[in-house]
């Protein structure tokens, strides 16, 4: 059974709750990594094909309801995974998100790849 937790008036669920921090977390990484790359809102809605006020409500409404194909768009059109977007964990000395999103690339990658990518990595460090 979910807690219900009583605040005045209003009653809600402490699930809410969590998706409302995840919510905003959500928001908070679109604006910060949308405004890192230079782009207005407009910019990242026609990069999505969204709308100016789809993108501001995902910022900025508690909690947001973004679509997983809309949620996809804007993970790539920011040059993310749509896991770094929603919080999915990861070692904490990945620092940007540029980085994380090939982590989690190179993790899905086959052995072979993986042995590859050293081989390159290590004549880059020559």
Not at 19 to 31: E, F, H, N, Q, S
Not at 58 to 85: F, Q, W
């Amino acid at each position: 059974m979910v807690p219900v937790v009583k605040y005045r008036k209003y009653r809600y669920s402490e699930q809410l709750k969590a998706w409302g921090d995840m919510a905003t977390a959500l928001g908070d990484k679109i604006r910060e990594l949308r405004q890192k790359r230079g782009y207005t809102l407009e910019k990242l809605a026609e990069l999505t094909e969204s709308s100016k006020s789809y993108i501001w409500e995902l910022e900025n409404k508690n909690p947001p309801r973004p679509s997983a194909e809309k949620l996809g768009a804007i993970a790539r059109a920011l040059g993310v995974t749509v896991d770094y977007l929603i919080g999915a964990d990861l070692p904490e000395d990945l620092q940007t998100a540029e980085d994380r999103a090939f982590f989690r690339k190179y993790q899905r990658m086959s052995p072979t790849l993986k042995a590859k990518l050293r081989q390159m990595r290590d004549l880059l460090d020559e």
